[in-house]
């Protein structure tokens, strides 16, 4: 019987990190971590076109990688999370509602599958905090815009990115901080 070990078949990138599609994913990511604090008050849709695009490149890198290989307890607090949303969406008492909310919670749902197959080392989280603050400082910067020019908000007549909320916006800025 041989026991001889066969020589395993080698990418073309000689790390995950210097493979073009891992590139792509990597800042198509960053970007959509950019825009998702302000861009979807500013432009509806924008974030969704973008998330939509990372989701894609993300998944043609998850095809071209192999397996998502770092399962956690994370993870599967996760998959309870979606067992929870889709009990729920399934048993609302207005069903047209949470069909019209079911897209938008399942793109919620897979984004902690999408940040740990993408942002995978040190660099790539200080990259995704850095572009989520970064998009914090674009949206302060319109709402100080909006202030100076006294646009004020549809909600309670305060001044903040339009179309968004004043307190999840207070919680979006809380964050970067």
């Known amino acids: 019987m041989n026991t001889q070990d ?21 800042y198509s990511v960053l970007f959509f971590i950019f825009l998702t604090p302000w861009a979807d008050g500013y432009s509806d849709g924008l974030v969704r076109v973008f998330g939509i695009l990372a989701f894609g490149v993300a998944s043609l890198y998850f095809v071209t990688a192999g397996t998502h290989k ?30 019209i909310m079911a897209p938008r919670v399942f793109q919620l749902m897979l984004l902690p599958f999408l940040f740990t197959l993408i942002i995978t080392n040190k660099k790539s989280i200080i990259m995704a905090y850095q572009s989520y603050v970064l998009g914090n400082l674009v949206g302060s910067l319109i709402i100080i815009y909006n202030y100076l020019n006294e646009i004020e908000s549809p909600y309670y007549n305060r001044y903040t990115i339009q179309n968004i909320e004043t307190d999840t916006m207070s919680i979006i800025l809380a964050l970067a901080i």
């Open 6 to 26: 066969y020589p395993q078949q080698k990418s073309l990138a000689s790390s995950p990190q210097d493979d073009v599609i891992y590139k792509v994913s990597l």
């Open 70 to 99: 770092n399962y956690t307890y994370y993870h599967f607090l996760i998959l309870v999370f979606w067992l929870w949303i889709f009990i729920s969406v399934a048993w609302t008492p207005n069903l047209e509602k949470g069909l």
